[in-house]
């Protein structure tokens, strides 16, 4: 069964830092486009970054350009964001996503096959 379980977030003030994790189980996603999206309370969901399996190019949507760093470790099947200087607009639940092998690095959330549960991000001013 393929998971993704999301963790590290939680509360912070405007200003501060937050180091996202998402683990994958039962398959490996070295192969794979690894991405996070987030949704806030009654917006769509939306690209946040995205990280490509061969060189690990780097996407951004421009909200958190220079604020965010996405990052994989394959030898642990994870990815990972760093989010720095956060605002109160960023919060919302953030979700991690993987495509299948072989995929062409994407913002459409609909290229994306698993999901995980979500974690929440809360930034208080």
């Known amino acids: 069964q393929v998971q993704l379980v999301e963790s590290g977030g939680g509360l912070v003030q405007a200003g501060g830092s937050l180091r996202l994790s998402c683990a994958a189980s039962?398959?490996?996603?070295?192969?794979?486009?690894m991405g996070w999206f987030r949704q806030a309370p009654g917006k769509e969901r939306e690209f946040v970054a995205a990280?490509?399996?061969?060189?690990?190019?780097?996407y951004y949507a421009d909200s958190v350009k220079g604020r965010f760093t996405i990052s994989r470790d394959n030898a642990k099947n994870t990815a990972y964001l760093q989010m720095n200087s956060l605002r109160p607009e960023d919060t919302a639940v953030y979700y991690c996503?993987?495509?299948?092998?072989?995929?062409?690095?994407?913002?459409?959330?609909?290229?994306?096959?698993?999901w995980g549960q979500g974690t929440q991000v809360t930034v208080s001013s």
């Open positions: 039962g398959r490996t996603f070295s192969s794979s486009v």
């Open positions: 990280i490509s399996w061969s060189i690990n190019r780097t």
């Open positions: 996503a993987a495509t299948k092998a072989f995929e062409r690095a994407t913002t459409d959330p609909l290229r994306y096959d698993y």
